[in-house]
């Protein structure tokens, strides 16, 4: 069964919210930390005290479900997801998937585009947002990308494409490996490519700048990730009880993951937030870091596009990516970040809309 769902936040939740930041007790800082340390004091506090006093959630709120909302119960979870239709009715369907730490909003500014040739759907990953948490462990990239199998079915679309970025793009490659009878193309945003010194590829000198910068990350872990893949329940404690410290913790990776040219507002920032606080997500959503499969990825057999955006976290690199996916199409832009479709909507939806209507052509 599926039920339209509307965002009705109780107002007791919001008055819990602003309650928590005014009581927050702050820590002390080095004189002239800046980042060394972490997320700067003062630009922390200005965030905070904008979030409990200048920020609409309501007017947020009420954007939002103008929106077709709607919930089912798949693999018992509830799934929350977008679907809009293109006014074209045999337009191809495609399934949008956020990743960590996004959510289905990150896609609002490609709606309208997007929607012009493509039916839409843009489901919540279990455990984060209005999907609610999980209850059971084993919500890893595959067992997501059977549900959107499943989901994709129910609206009655036989033939469909995917796209995503972060943890949307393995889900994305996954689903093209669990229906790929069903998904004519997957279109990713980041696609990480692991050093191989076995491949016998003579690389050119930016292929070799991008494989220094994985290796570093690789050899220098984010503390982040090691928090999230090891102990979500643990690190969850800290952000389900602090709004501040679900702020830092995520206006963190906002901070470092855009490109500083394409700067995502606060508004939109905090209203990304505002879901994983509202609906008490934060552990549930870092499970998917610990249950992610470690044995590298599905073989999608399914076309792929790749857009590489110049800020990311890691740069792809081609030769590699041509080792285990039928690369299709490959788009480089010298702007945009991690979180390409809030900050450069337009190459985005540009670049997804180039790659299928080549597919299906």
């Not at 044995?295 to 976290?313: E, Q, T, Y």
Request: charged share 20%.
């Amino acid at each position: 069964m599926i039920t339209p769902f509307r965002i009705d936040v109780p107002q007791a939740d919001l008055d819990d919210l602003a309650d928590r930041l005014a009581r927050t007790r702050w820590p002390n800082e080095v004189a002239g930390a800046g980042w060394d340390y972490g997320f700067p004091l003062a630009r922390l506090q200005e965030l905070a005290g904008y979030w409990r006093t200048g920020y609409d959630w309501r007017a947020h709120e009420a954007r939002l479900n103008e929106l077709p909302h709607y919930t089912t119960e798949i693999d018992g979870q509830n799934i929350h997801f977008v679907h809009v239709r293109s006014p074209k009715p045999d337009a191809l369907a495609l399934v949008l998937t956020h990743g960590w730490p996004g959510s289905f909003l990150e896609f609002e500014d490609v709606i309208e585009p997007l929607s012009r040739d493509f039916h839409l759907v843009i489901p919540s990953i279990p455990g984060y947002g209005f999907s609610g948490p999980t209850h059971e462990g084993g919500w890893d990239v595959a067992r997501i990308a059977r549900a959107w199998a499943e989901l994709m079915g129910r609206l009655g679309y036989e033939r469909y494409g995917a796209q995503g970025g972060d943890f949307g793009a393995g889900i994305s490659l996954a689903l093209g490996a669990v229906a790929p009878e069903r998904v004519v193309g997957v279109h990713v945003n980041y696609l990480p490519t692991r050093p191989d010194p076995d491949a016998g590829i003579t690389f050119s000198e930016t292929d070799e700048a991008r494989l220094d910068k994985i290796r570093h990350l690789m050899a220098n872990r984010p503390p982040y990730q090691a928090l999230l893949a090891a102990t979500p329940q643990t690190i969850g404690y800290a952000l389900t009880d602090s709004p501040v410290g679900q702020l830092a913790w995520i206006a963190e990776r906002f901070a470092h993951w855009t490109d500083p040219s394409t700067p995502v507002s606060d508004d939109r920032m905090l209203t990304d937030i505002s879901l994983y606080w509202l609906t008490a997500t934060a552990a549930s959503s870092a499970r998917l870091h610990h249950d992610v499969p470690r044995g590298g990825p599905l073989k999608c057999p399914a076309p792929v596009g790749v857009a590489v955006f110049a800020h990311d976290i890691t740069q792809s690199v081609r030769p590699l990516a041509e080792r285990l996916y039928d690369i299709r199409h490959w788009s480089e832009f010298d702007r945009g970040g991690h979180f390409a479709a809030m900050e450069v909507p337009d190459l985005l939806a540009g670049d997804v809309r180039d790659f299928f209507l080549t597919v299906v052509s």
